[in-house]
């Protein structure tokens, strides 16, 4: 089965500063994984996806991710961090055991300071 | 195109209660899920269907009913509430072409059980 692991439920920088949020996946097949974002009182919106072409993902609001198979992680970066990108994010893998539903981990809770 | 709606947008219920979360999706998908949301939790799946006509069990569907309406919408009943179904209920629906998949959300609907 598989599953999805954020280390880290709540993660600090300032303004400027490198964001990375840690994602592993434990999955037997090859995987569809996602980083989506939470805003406050709102719903989740997609901030990039890997589907099995390149391994290095961009995604909306200079976000990006690498998949690494050897190290069965997904993390989510971008160089510089915005007051704006404060939320809260969550890693999801495609199960094969519910159609296409997602399995999302736990969610970091990224605060930004000036 | 109004995407996934959720109606409605907040409830109070106390214990006993019955209710009904609608959902519909204008995007033409297959695909659509129940999740729940909880503080430090992440998402988890409650029901989910695969196509019209049919529907099936999530991580925690105990206490839950839906039913798929037709393409469009899907429901989520609490026949009899309980305070552990206080949570944020999430709609989702998707569709797979090629290697392309993505799970677009809806607002979501804030229940709270007294």
């Known amino acids: 089965a598989q599953s999805v692991t954020q280390l880290g439920s709540h993660v600090s920088v300032s303004e400027g500063a490198l964001v990375l949020l840690r994602c592993n996946y434990s999955s037997s097949v090859p995987p569809y994984l996602f980083w989506y974002v939470q805003y406050p009182n709102q719903g989740l919106q997609l901030l990039l996806k890997y589907t099995s072409a390149a391994t290095l993902v961009k995604g909306i609001n200079g976000f990006e991710a690498e998949f690494k198979k050897s190290e069965t992680s997904f993390h989510l970066t971008k160089p510089s961090a915005h007051m704006s990108d404060a939320a809260e994010y969550f890693c999801a893998v495609i199960t094969n055991q519910a159609g296409t539903a997602l399995i999302f981990g736990k969610g970091t809770t990224l605060s930004v300071s000036s | ?114």
């Open chain 2, 1 to 114: 195109n109004a995407g996934v709606t959720q109606t409605p947008k907040f409830q109070v219920l106390k214990t006993g209660q019955s209710m009904t979360l609608q959902c519909a999706q204008d995007m033409n998908h297959n695909s659509m899920y129940w999740y729940r949301q909880d503080p430090g939790m992440g998402l988890r799946l409650i029901y989910y269907s695969a196509s019209e006509g049919t529907t099936d069990k999530g991580e925690v569907p105990n206490g839950y009913n839906v039913s798929r309406l037709n393409k469009r919408e899907f429901s989520l009943r609490l026949e009899s509430a309980a305070p552990s179904q206080t949570s944020v209920y999430f709609c989702a629906s998707s569709e797979v072409t090629g290697d392309s998949y993505e799970q677009y959300f809806g607002p979501g609907t804030r229940l709270t059980v007294t």
